[in-house]
C-alpha cells in the first residue's frame, strides 16, 4: 500500500516519521469486555532507513512523504461481524522529534485476504446450443 504525508514543521527542531501497524483484539464473554492491543509493529523492522522510516523533515519546512508500506503476510484479515470477537488494524503515524512528545496520528486499516495473482479469464463453451444437422423439408 501506499502512503503519502504532508508534514508541516513549523518547530525548530527537524521531525522524522515513523509508519507502524497496529493490531487490537477484542473479546466478549457473559457481558465483559476484553481488549488485548498487539504490540506496534514498525514497518520495516525499525531499520535506519528502513520501510517505515521517513526522510527528516528540516526545521521551519514542509514535505510531501511517499512510502510504499508492505503487511506482513502472516496476518489474518479484519473482521468485526461477529459478537463474540473483533479484530482490527490500524496505521499508526508518528512524528518524531527531540525536545517534545512524538505527535501521532491513527488510521483505520482494512486487511483483506486475496490471491496475489490476478484470476484467470475461462473460456467457457455452451452445450445447450449445438448445430443441428441440415434435415429435409417436412413433405405436405
Known amino acids: 500500500m501506499e502512503v503519502k504525508a504532508e508534514v508541516l514543521n513549523d518547530s525548530l527542531y ?17 457481558s465483559k469486555r ?16 528502513g ?7 528540516p526545521a521551519a519546512s514542509a514535505q510531501t512523504i511517499a ?4 503487511a506482513p503476510p502472516h ?9 463474540m470477537m473483533k479484530l482490527e488494524y490500524r496505521l499508526k503515524v508518528t512524528l518524531e522529534f527531540a525536545q517534545a ?5 491513527k488510521l483505520p486499516l482494512i ?3 486475496g490471491s496475489t495473482t490476478p484470476p484467470e479469464k475461462k473460456t467457457t463453451k ?15
Open 126 to 140: 455452451s452445450l445447450r446450443f449445438k448445430s443441428l444437422p441440415a434435415q429435409s423439408p417436412l413433405p405436405s
Open 67 to 70: 512510502r510504499v508500506l508492505s
Open 101 to 105: 512528545r512524538n505527535a501521532e496520528i
Open 51 to 57: 520501510e517505515g522510516v521517513g526522510r527528516p523533515v
Open 14 to 30: 527537524a521531525v522524522t516519521p515513523r509508519f507502524y501497524l497496529c493490531e487490537k483484539q477484542t473479546f466478549v464473554t457473559q
Open 75 to 83: 496476518l489474518h484479515p479484519t473482521f468485526f461481524n461477529c459478537s
Open 34 to 49: 476484553t481488549t488485548a492491543h498487539a504490540a506496534h509493529v514498525e514497518f520495516g523492522g525499525g531499520e535506519a532507513g
Open 111 to 113: 486487511i483483506l485476504r
